[in-house]
């Protein structure tokens, strides 16, 4: 038998690297491509829509943007605009959506259709077969219109450039993006009028998120350092072993970092970070999730997450779960406030998991959630993007603890 694996929401003709989705049209955005190099790997950008038909999710494609030479490998969400990081630079692009009623066409033979033309995909089958390759036509296709409205150079390294982490404030009025030269770099939006910067790694940036008001920023770089800063000013390196002294200070290297609410308390915030051995061993070391009080920032709990290597991690909108991806190709559900596993799937993608996220919490994702408790989506190198759905039954294992 083969590896068990989620089903097959979408698969694109090139490496993915990011998806979101958008709350309040439900559209998946999706990007990655094979960036400047000529192996005929083009660079894009998909946007899909998600439905729930018969209690199982499918995708229809919308609506492709291609980006030239410029692979797409981060990326963030403020409204109908998007912050792509793109090599050197943080391109932004507004997208508008409007429905143009169409004549009925059957689909092209080799299931190639127009740019703009929708195109449904099922989930594969039980047995792994099929999986969407044939365009269905809708009478009434969505119509996506995407347009750069600006861009900004957010790294300034001498060589290879890139971008590796964007981020919008909560209230859309900053942005923010980390480098390889090690950089954070905040603008103001949407003049991106440059409001400071300043150098947060000795290495490069691996991660960057702000709290939702603004006054902190948190930043993890390869240098080992998890940071947390006001404005441009340090104001506490964070240490998350300090009660464990069997790790050495250069055993592990932070990789990710989130800010989340906490459900039914409306004042509390978290921090989630994500711990990565620094040297492979033949026998890998466990790797480690640590929640913060997000005001304080002081270590809550901290507990293993298995063997495999970290690459992704992300939060839902109520802080009540958490994802993460492995380099293995795994993907994973958590519970936020214990820390306790509530989903695995091994090598469900088989190769590098680069980009989680939830689906929100708005009215046009309710109705594509169905009898879930929490649904999430996955994208790889495979270039596939995976549906996780966790079963409302398995509230039976939400026991809440307080920490």
């Given at each position: 038998m083969g590896k068990r694996r989620a089903p097959?929401?979408?698969?694109?003709?090139?490496?993915?690297?990011?998806?979101?989705?958008?709350?309040?049209?439900?559209?998946?955005?999706?990007?990655?491509?094979?960036?400047?190099?000529?192996?005929?790997?083009?660079?894009?950008?998909?946007?899909?829509?998600?439905?729930?038909?018969g209690g199982v999710h499918s995708a229809t494609l919308l609506h492709t943007h291609e980006t030239d030479t410029r692979a797409t490998m981060c990326m963030c969400l403020g409204g109908d605009v998007i912050a792509a990081g793109q090599d050197a630079n943080c391109t932004l692009m507004r997208f508008s959506q409007h429905t143009a009623k169409q004549e009925k066409k059957p689909a092209a033979k080799d299931g190639a259709g127009d740019k703009g033309a929708a195109r449904k995909r099922g989930r594969r089958g039980q047995n792994g077969e099929g999986g969407g390759d044939v365009a269905q036509m809708k009478e009434d296709s969505p119509q996506l219109v995407v347009e750069d409205v600006g861009a900004v150079q957010a790294d300034l390294s001498p060589q290879d450039p890139c971008v590796k982490c964007v981020r919008f404030s909560g209230d859309l009025t900053l942005l923010l993006s980390g480098g390889a030269d090690g950089y954070v770099r905040v603008w103001e939006f949407p003049s991106l009028k440059e409001k400071f910067s300043f150098r947060a790694h000795r290495d490069e940036l691996e991660d960057i998120d702000i709290s939702p008001d603004s006054k902190h920023i948190v930043t993890v770089g390869r240098d080992f350092e998890c940071s947390v800063w006001s404005g441009d000013q340090l104001a506490v390196g964070l240490c998350w072993h300090e009660n464990m002294p069997q790790i050495t200070e250069k055993m592990y290297r932070y990789k990710s970092c989130r800010f989340a609410r906490v459900e039914d308390q409306k004042d509390a915030l978290r921090l989630y970070t994500v711990q990565i051995p620094h040297k492979r061993d033949r026998k890998p070391p466990p790797c480690y999730i640590t929640k913060w009080d997000g005001q304080a920032f002081l270590p809550l709990l901290t507990k293993p997450c298995g063997n495999e290597v970290i690459s992704c991690l992300s939060v839902s909108d109520s802080g009540t779960f958490l994802g993460l991806g492995t380099v293995t190709g795994s993907v994973a559900i958590y519970i936020a406030f214990s820390l306790q596993k509530l989903y695995y799937i091994q090598e469900s993608h088989g190769i590098v998991v680069t980009d989680v996220t939830f689906l929100p919490d708005s009215p046009k994702s309710a109705a594509v959630k169905g009898n879930n408790e929490v649904v999430m989506l996955s994208v790889a190198v495979d270039s596939r993007c995976q549906v996780h759905a966790v079963s409302n039954r398995s509230k039976v294992h939400l026991v809440k603890f307080t920490f």
């Open positions: 097959e929401l979408y698969r694109a003709p090139f490496p993915l690297y990011t998806v979101r989705i958008e709350p309040r049209t439900g559209l998946i955005i999706t990007a990655g491509g094979g960036g400047a190099s000529k192996t005929g790997i083009k660079n894009g950008m998909h946007f899909l829509s998600l439905d729930l038909v």
